[in-house]
Structure formats: C-alpha cells, structure tokens
C-alpha cells in the first residue's frame, strides 16, 4: 500500500496520562481536544508523516479545581501556551507492527526530542464502508524538562506531584477521501 491520508476519528481516540501524586497514588487525566496531521502506509510507518497536537486548556482530571491548576500558569499555562505539540522526525520499525517513533514535542515553548512506542493495531472497513486503521502509543516524559516546575513538599518527605507523566495514546482514523 503507498502512503494515504488518514483523519484522525476523535470519538474513538483518546489522549491520556498519569502522574505520581503524593508519592502514593497514580493520578489519571485526559485530554478532551486534539487533532492530528497523519499521512501512512499502515503496513509500514517507517516512512510516516506524522503531526499531533493537543489543547491544553481541554486537560480533564475529572477535578475542577485540580485542572484550573493544571492550565494556569504553574502547569500548561494555557493562556500563552495554548498547545502542545509533536512531529514525527524519525520512525524505527522494532517488531512486526511496533515502532519506535521520535519525534519534536513542544510543551510551554519548549521543545525536546521524545520517543514513544507506537503498535499498529488493525485496519478493516466500518459498517458503512469508511476504510479504518488503529494505532495505539505510550511514552513518558518528564514534566520538569518542559518548564512544569511546581510542587509542594510534603511533611512526611518527598513531594505531592512525581516528575515523570506516563501518556498513553488510543487513534483510530478514517482514510480521508
């Protein structure tokens, strides 16, 4: 197959993350807004063109006031820095439908190379005929390296938010007529 267009489906598509919180807990949140730039041969994505970004005033921890803070301008500082984003700049074929794919992700004006496993999970026609594929990605990075700086400490030693954000990414996409 040669390289194709593909819309990201992003009512089958989620942008999640977990970070460590009191030294105890994982918390989970998601990203409600994103979109996607995807040109590939799903049977080969060595070769794919690939551009993702997420809005990070959509951040949804299912706490209100836990996310007012995530947009301020301790975390995301939504205000001046209404995106993040990543561009693919190298993809490594690691196993039979498993990449390796690094890339440019940009977070609060600072850009840093990251890589995150990528898994080609099927393709197949839906019920009206719209050809399909899945992806699904993980990756972490650590908060600190993009200006995500605050923390509290906490009286029993250590602090309340851990460095590394574990994502995780579930795509689903519709060739583009």
Known sequence: MTKTKWALDPAHSSVDFSVRHMMIANVKGTFNSFSANIEADPA???????????????????????????????????????????KATNIEKT?????????????????????FAVSFEGQGKDPWGNEKVGFSA??????????????????????????????NLQIQAAKAE
């Open 44 to 86: 080969d994505l060595t070769t794919a063109n690939i551009e993702f970004s997420v809005e990070t005033s959509s951040v949804d921890t299912r706490n209100q006031d836990r996310d007012g803070h995530l947009v301020s301008a301790d975390f995301f500082d939504a205000a001046n820095y209404p995106a993040m984003t990543f």
């Open 138 to 167: 993980a990756g972490t990075l650590n908060r600190s390296d993009y200006g995500l700086v605050w923390n509290a400490a906490l009286e029993t030693g250590g602090v309340l938010v851990g460095d590394k954000v574990k994502i």
């Open 95 to 115: 196993d039979d439908g498993e990449y390796n794919v690094t890339g440019d992700l940009t977070l609060r004006g600072v850009t840093k190379q990251e890589t």
